[in-house]
């Protein structure tokens, strides 16, 4: 009994608190041994010697399981600090990561806007049915919902389709004077070569009171922003529709990979579209509760800003991981 309690206090290894565990209770070990002699013994001692033989086995028992914990922990320390990254050391390799070029081109875009003041809002992905569409003037049935085809929860709610809902959430939870842009995700059923079913945009929103804001600010504003993220492009403005908007406008720039000459990219007009705007429709003033205001809204895919930027023929190469495209970026 003495001569086991000191082997497992000085086993040094698991391995060898196995070898030790094996010796006393294996199926040939020790205690099997010691109990198939106690049928031997005459009547009277065998009580007596099974119940020494068994405070021997629990005392045996946890001495071995207080000795494997400690060496278990000991083994844990060791590996620790063997096994310890340094993650400020600098990699031999040399390999770097880098900003993703939609990452990259979000940046850009906010750093724009928040030096002119703009403030930056965010607002849920899975979003309800009024911030998405109702209270952008698109009511049930109304069929400019049928431009956008949406994912949909069970419960109703869905994967919102564009970040304009920002828009009303902000006006709801803040007072004019407004000036935010929100970027972020958005979902649509959608896949091809030029869409895929999420991708990224961001929104501007500026109101302010009545007569205040002007389109011809939001004219001034998007060219300034377009020039420094396209540089000395030719700009134009050409009517068009929104929901939310009124009057609405897409703005396009002039080809910056045949300089207005005509090609592929810019299927020979000359021109890329690059974004959405217009004046606040009266009717999402209103189902904001918003009396005697004005302002502009806008919005653009930030996946397009970098396709553009980094001349990328395939959008669905900017979400397939491909380190062969991303390490252009480094
Ligand atoms: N929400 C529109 C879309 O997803 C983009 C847009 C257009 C946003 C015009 C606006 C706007 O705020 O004024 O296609």
Redesign the pocket.
């Known amino acids: 009994m003495k001569d086991w309690k000191e082997k497992i206090q000085n086993a040094q290894s698991l391995d060898e608190i196995e070898r030790i565990r094996i010796e006393l209770f294996g199926k040939k070990g020790y205690f099997a041994k010691e109990f198939e002699r106690l049928k031997t013994l005459p009547k009277d001692q065998k009580p007596v010697v099974a119940k020494e033989l068994n405070s021997a086995k629990n005392t045996l028992f946890q001495a071995l399981q207080q000795k494997k914990e400690e060496l278990l922990a000991k083994e844990i320390q060791r590996k620790l600090q063997s096994e310890k990254i340094d993650v400020s050391l600098y990699s031999v390799s040399g390999y770097k990561g880098a900003v993703h070029p939609v990452q990259h081109t979000m940046d850009k875009i906010i750093e724009y806007f928040t030096a002119l003041n703009y403030a930056v809002e965010a607002g849920p992905l899975v979003e309800e049915d009024f911030y998405n569409f109702e209270a952008?003037n698109l009511p049930k049935h109304h069929p400019a919902r049928d431009?956008?085809d949406t994912f949909y929860f069970q419960d109703g709610k869905l994967l919102r389709?564009?970040?304009?809902p920002v828009?009303i959430r902000t006006m709801l939870s803040h007072q004019p004077p407004i000036r935010m842009i929100s970027p972020g995700a958005?979902f649509r059923r959608d896949f091809d070569l030029t869409h895929t079913p999420m991708f990224h945009?961001v929104?501007?929103?500026v109101v302010d009171e009545a007569g205040k804001v002007s389109f011809a600010n939001l004219k001034f504003v998007l060219e300034d922003f377009l020039k420094y993220m396209f540089g000395d492009v030719n700009i134009r403005f050409r009517p068009?529709f929104?929901p939310?908007?009124e009057p609405?406008a897409?703005v396009d720039i002039s080809c910056i990979f045949c300089e207005g000459e005509g090609c592929r990219v810019c299927s020979y007009t000359g021109w890329l579209e690059v974004?959405?705007?217009?004046m606040?429709d009266p009717n999402v003033f209103d189902a904001v509760g918003y009396k005697d205001v004005s302002g502009?809204?806008?919005?653009?895919?930030v996946e397009r800003f970098a396709m553009l930027l980094h001349r990328i023929g395939d959008l669905r190469s900017l979400f397939e991981g491909d380190l062969r495209l991303l390490e252009q970026f480094r």
């Open positions: 952008l431009m956008q389709t564009h970040t304009s828009q958005v945009q929104e501007g929103l068009s929104f939310f908007t609405s897409e974004l959405g705007c217009g606040v502009y809204a806008f919005g653009l895919g």
